[in-house]
């Protein structure tokens, strides 16, 4: 019996130490990226392929000069890059051509990527023009969150979308999101009757974010799917409400759609660079009073994604870093 107690005793305090040691890294790791929302080392600086000239980015700082940004990141997306932004253009040159107020743009941010992904780009900013069509190069492999981080803080919208390289939500389905952003801006800016009133109304500065959610979807992919997919993803979502508390079912879905005023507040603080960077979204957005929709999109799982079961441990280790990160203080939020 005592060989058992200490036997017992003998594990319980390597178990201690391993716990003690694994807090220490997660704080220290923490400690290590408090200025993770510096930009990364990457000009930005544009060259146009026409006249080779060096286009300046502008800074989300600056007034908006276009009403729609769209930031897709794109990491090895050679070949389904090429359906998603073909999509696209068809899209916003039809309703540019039925609406003469509208503009827009799209920038492309490559992730370091190995394949033909910058071909690609550049071969759309040929087509349809530097002002239209942008491409940043990260040079190395950052992440998505950092690609779509460094799109925002150089984008010129009034809105500001992100959406995934593989299209699989469809680009018309950003009419919700912007519908139901304009439908709570007017609901909580009272301009009065004035015209003057109504002249000052500018949807890039309020503050408001729309997620798209593939919620709805739920019961039917929980059927179809395997049994252990269920299970890590129903993990994964209690391991979210633990760290962002409640309000979004669905934060992973990368159809998101911001005003200008809540990408500044937003992606001058995010710090995480990959998974659970839309989690730390929720977080400031809780943090900043930044008002969130959840809508239901359309999406269907296109071949060739890049998350898998390896995936999950740096998931939980990112929103590990993130919780010790915030609640110790050690990650300032710039207001």
């Known amino acids: 019996m005592g060989v058992l107690l200490t036997t017992l005793e003998f594990l319980a305090s390597l178990l201690l130490i391993f ?22 080392e990457a000009p930005a600086m544009f060259e146009d392929p026409e006249s080779l000239k060096q286009v300046p980015f502008p800074d ?21 890059l090429p359906g998603t932004l073909n999509e696209t253009m068809n899209y916003l040159q039809q309703r540019a051509a039925n609406d003469k107020s ?9 992730d370091g990527s190995k394949d033909g992904t910058k071909i690609v780009a550049f071969d759309f900013v040929k087509k349809y023009g530097v002002d239209n069509v942008r491409v940043i190069l990260l040079g190395k492999n950052h992440g998505k969150g950092e690609a779509i981080r ?13 959406l ?43 503050p408001i974010v729309a997620f798209g959610s593939r919620a709805h979807l739920e019961e039917k992919a929980l059927a179809t ?30 159809f998101k759609m911001f005003t200008r005023s809540a990408a500044r507040k937003l992606f001058t603080n995010i710090r995480l660079k990959r998974w659970c960077f ?21 999406w269907s799982e296109i071949p060739g994604s890049k998350v898998n079961p390896l995936s999950i441990p740096n998931m939980l280790w990112e929103l590990a870093l993130m919780s010790v990160g915030y609640r110790t203080r050690i990650w300032k939020i710039n207001s």
């Open 19 to 40: 716990l003690l040691g694994f807090v220490s890294v997660i704080v220290l790791e923490a400690y290590r990226r408090r200025h993770n929302n510096a930009h990364v």
């Open 60 to 80: 989300i700082v600056d007034p908006a000069e276009k009403y729609l940004s769209l930031i897709i990141p794109a990491y090895n997306e050679e070949y389904r």
């Open 102 to 110: 509208f503009s827009y743009e799209v920038v492309i941010v490559d």
């Open 150 to 162: 460094k799109g925002m803080l150089h984008s010129r919208g009034e809105l500001l979308l992100m």
């Open 164 to 206: 995934d390289a593989d299209g699989a939500t469809k680009v018309t389905d950003l009419e919700k999101l912007e519908n139901q952003i304009h439908a709570i801006a007017r609901k909580d800016y009272h301009p009065g009757d004035s015209a003057a009133g109504e002249a000052t109304f500018r949807i890039s500065d309020i």
């Open 225 to 254: 799917r395997k049994w252990y997919r269920n299970f890590l993803m129903k993990g994964f979502h209690l391991v979210v409400l633990l760290a962002a508390g409640p309000g979004i079912r669905d934060t992973q879905c990368g």
């Open 278 to 298: 839309d989690v730390e979204i929720v977080f400031l957005c809780k943090w900043f009073g930044i008002p969130m929709l959840e809508i239901s999109v359309n």
